[in-house]
């Protein structure tokens, strides 16, 4: 059963953690124009363990979530 990496918010050939996540948010709203605030939110509903059943959507989350603590602290 393999995840499809298309799905998971790193570049392809990383590992999923807070920097490489971070990056990849930090790339997505540079070409689409956006806060990061505003992509980060929707990010948290997506990746929600309830909601995402990746074998990965628990760590995603947790990071998604400590970038938007820390969004909410700035």
């Not at 996540?21 to 363990?49: A, N, T």
Request: with cysteine; glycine share 2%.
């Amino acid at each position: 059963n393999s995840v499809d990496l298309k799905l998971l918010p790193v570049d392809p050939g990383n590992q999923i953690n807070r920097d490489n996540v971070h990056s990849f948010y930090q790339k997505s709203c540079d070409l689409l124009k956006q806060d990061m605030k505003k992509i980060i939110k929707g990010e948290r509903i997506r990746w929600h363990p309830d909601r995402m059943h990746l074998p990965e959507a628990t760590q995603i989350f947790q990071i998604i979530n400590d970038l938007w603590e820390s969004l909410q602290e700035a």
